[in-house]
């Protein structure tokens, strides 16, 4: 029961991560409830979207608009930002990258899926320059949890040509995508320095004894990723 995570969120008082398989299918909402238990943290106070691979970001800065989030948990979007403590938020992935970008004051905190489709639409950097924009960050740090890795993200010219060529790599015949590389530039874009941001390499695909794999496994079962601010 692994919780992958960056210290540098607990430092200033967030919890969040990425959780490994062995906490279950997370899709389940029965799976999440009781990892929120063991986590000490209440699962009305986390909330949920429909992820659609869109550049879409929820902002969140009242208690109110959490709550009315909360009720109607119909949304469509694909990253989250807060602004208000007490109220956090959760994706799920299996292969596409957990984001998590918060201030160094944790005034606020962002998390976002990001599909290689969200990368294309700049979600990375969408959702950075939206933290950038709240008044009072000024130093931005970003980790980077568990999804597939250029060693296993193999993709046609269909996929490959809409990524830029710093990111693609080449063996064998094949092409494949490094999401890091391409997630880095559109952050530093965004005005993140390069040594704010972790990426830890850990493969969803490579890695089955930890990891959930659309890749590998084609089923739908998922990895929860989650960022709450008590
Ligand atoms: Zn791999």
Redesign the pocket.
């Known amino acids: 029961m692994t919780i992958y995570t960056d210290n540098r969120l607990l430092q200033v008082g967030l919890i969040g991560g990425t959780l490994s398989r062995h906490w279950g299918n997370m899709r389940e909402m029965t799976a999440q409830n009781s990892a929120y238990q063991r986590l000490d943290i209440p699962p009305e106070k986390i909330l949920h979207f429909h992820q659609v691979h869109s550049d879409t970001i929820i902002s969140v800065h009242t208690s109110d608009e959490a709550q009315r989030i909360q009720r109607d948990p119909l949304h469509q979007a694909d990253a989250w930002l807060l602004t208000t403590s007490g109220w956090g938020a959760a994706i799920l992935t299996a292969d596409c990258v957990p984001l998590f970008l918060w201030d160094e004051q944790a005034r606020v905190f962002a998390l976002a899926h990001c599909g290689w489709r969200g990368v294309v639409k700049r979600l990375p950097f969408l959702t950075a320059q939206a933290i950038r924009k709240t008044p009072g960050t000024e130093k931005i740090l970003g980790w980077l949890g568990p999804h597939?890795?250029?060693?296993?993200?193999e993709v046609k010219e269909d996929v490959a040509s809409q990524f830029s060529p710093d990111s693609l790599h080449y063996e064998k015949g094949k092409i494949f995508v490094n999401l890091n590389l391409e997630i880095l530039h559109q952050l530093q874009e965004a005005g993140l320095s390069r040594t704010d941001i972790k990426t830890p390499y850990y493969?969803?695909?490579?890695?089955k004894e930890n990891f959930f794999s659309w890749r590998r496994d084609h089923k739908k079962d998922s990895l929860l990723s989650f960022i709450y601010k008590p």
């Open positions: 597939i890795q250029v060693c296993c993200f493969c969803t695909c490579g890695d």
